[in-house]
T-cell receptor, first 114, second 113 residues
Framework: DADVTQTPRNRITKTGKRIMLECSQTKGHDRMYWYRQDPGLGLRLIYYSFDVKDINKGEISDGYSVSRQAQAKFSLSLESAIPNQTALYFC?????????????FGEGSRLTVL | GQQLNQSPQSMFIQEGEDVSMNCTSSSIFNTWLWYKQDPGEGPVLLIALYKAGELTSNGRLTAQFGITRKDSFLNISASIPSDVGIYFCAGRRRGGSNYKLTFGKGTLLTVNP
């Protein structure tokens, strides 16, 4: 089983709908992240959380919100989805204070907004 | 924000050929990382570099941390079909936590058998 699990893996929705993407991890890591991947644009950070009481905006947080329900769970919400939020979304975790810079990614959630 | 220029954007090669890709930046980084994303999967770390000039190998992969701290390259020797995927470079500045990773836009590698 994957250490970082994302649900749903694929979702098609309509403009204006509320969408939640969920992430759970069994790695025991404190730090969790949400990234967005668009073709030709690489990975861009949406939000990150260093522990349950810590939430921080990334470089492209507008139109998104997050909730850290527990150490192992970090969800991303689109309150009113729009077509340019169509993308592949990744959750990731990391070890606190680690020097390796290694992020552990989930398998991705592909979202299409019509 | 900081920019990493990764090239080439895509490569089409024959099985057995060697591959080279690189990342450059106008900013200094103290850590360079190379990730690979297989089709339908999330990125996985291949190689991490921590010192200027460092040359590190992982099987058929070799990566180097540029002397100026502003660039890095990744070489793949004797490519095989399972090398197909998107390769990302990422840089981290001195004192930065993981949230300060800056990713390149990726190199899409296609290997023809």
């Amino acid at each position: 089983d994957a250490d970082v699990t994302q649900t749903p893996r694929n979702r098609i929705t309509k403009t204006g709908k509320r969408i939640m993407l969920e992430c759970s991890q069994t790695k025991g890591h404190d730090r969790m992240y949400w990234y967005r991947q668009d073709p030709g644009l690489g990975l861009r950070l949406i939000y990150y959380s260093f522990d349950v009481k810590d939430i921080n905006k990334g470089e492209i947080s507008d139109g998104y919100s997050v909730s850290r329900q527990a150490q192992a769970k970090f969800s991303l919400s689109l309150e009113s989805a729009i077509p340019n939020q169509t993308a592949l979304y990744f959750c990731a975790t990391s070890v606190p204070g680690g020097n390796t810079g290694e992020l552990f990614f989930g398998e991705g959630s592909r979202l299409t907004v019509l | 924000g900081q920019q990493l220029n990764q090239s080439p954007q895509s490569m089409f090669i024959q099985e057995g050929e060697d591959v080279s890709m690189n990342c450059t930046s106008s900013s200094i980084f103290n850590t360079w990382l190379w990730y690979k994303q297989d089709p339908g999967e999330g990125p996985v770390l291949l190689i991490a570099l921590y010192k200027a000039g460092e040359l590190t190998s992982n099987g058929r992969l070799t990566a180097q941390f540029g002397i100026t701290r502003k660039d890095s390259f990744l070489n793949i020797s004797a490519s095989i079909p399972s090398d197909v995927g998107i390769y990302f470079c990422a840089g981290r500045r001195r004192g930065g936590s993981n949230y300060k990773l800056t990713f390149g836009k990726g190199t899409l590698l296609t290997v023809n058998p």
